[in-house]
């Protein structure tokens, strides 16, 4: 099974900067998703894209997906500090015997937006 | 009220020990997960269950053992404690499997083995 892998690891920026955070995987998919985890908690779904759309917007949110080089983008802009958190994109992954896909993460990308 | 709880949401024991994560969601949901985060963030799945049948046991160890007694339900039950086993442990519901939709995750339960 493949598993996405976001780049950079780590990201520190200051408040109204832009954050691009990245995700690459290995074969073709049926879509990706985003997720958001706080410190201490749970995963929380910010977005999902299929393999068919090249963009899709949430609020400040804009996620990219290109099938050729198979990767994905997160762009956070005008961030703000409640942003930080890690991010992470989830592929179809594992299969199950019926045929479908467990989601699959990578270890995120650490965002700390600095006041 | 919350859609995906976990309980407890600390766990520390010994090596050797049992402990139980227990795990329900109100969403109506078919199928649910466990997840285990490693210290660097590492997500990875353990078991996926869908009405109640396991659907994926991802190559644990058979101290590992799940148990749904109902589809809202999914409880973990770890025997014999290892160092190793030190993580939080997600649970998380979908709607369908394998349908690509949206995980709803619990809070995370941190078991720390001593």
């Known amino acids: 099974s493949q598993q996405g892998e976001e780049d950079p690891q780590a990201l520190s920026i200051q408040e109204g900067e832009n954050a691009t955070m990245n995700c690459s995987y290995k074969?073709?998919?049926?879509?990706l998703q985003w997720y958001r985890q706080n410190s201490g908690r749970g995963l929380v779904h910010l977005i999902l894209?299929?393999?068919?759309?090249r963009e899709k917007h949430s609020g400040r949110l804009r996620v990219t997906l290109d099938t050729s080089k198979k990767s994905s983008s997160l762009l956070i802009t005008a961030s703000r500090a409640a942003d930080t958190a890690s991010y992470f994109c989830?592929?179809?992954?594992?299969?199950?015997?019926?045929?479908?896909?467990?989601?699959?993460f990578g270890r995120g990308t650490s965002l700390i937006v600095h006041p | 009220d919350t859609a995906v709880s976990q309980t407890p949401k600390y766990l520390v024991t010994q090596m050797g020990n049992d402990k139980s994560i227990k795990c329900e969601q109100n969403?109506?949901?078919?199928?649910m997960y466990w997840y285990k985060q490693d210290s660097k963030k590492f997500l990875k799945i353990m078991f996926s269950?869908?009405?109640?049948?396991?659907?994926i046991n991802e190559t644990v160890p058979n101290r590992f053992s799940p148990k749904s007694p109902d589809k809202a339900h999914l409880n973990l039950h770890i025997n014999s404690l290892e160092l190793g086993d030190s993580a939080v442990y997600f649970c998380?519901?979908?709607?369908?499997?394998?349908?690509?939709?949206?995980?709803?995750f619990g809070e995370g339960s941190r078991l720390t083995v001593l």
């Open positions: 998380a519901s979908s709607l369908g499997v394998g349908d690509g939709g949206e995980l709803f």
């Open positions: 074969t073709s998919i049926n879509n």
């Open positions: 894209i299929r393999s068919n759309e």
């Open positions: 989830a592929t179809d992954g594992r299969p199950t015997p019926g045929g479908s896909y467990i989601p699959t």
């Open positions: 969403l109506g949901h078919d199928t």
């Open positions: 269950y869908n009405n109640k049948e396991l659907i």
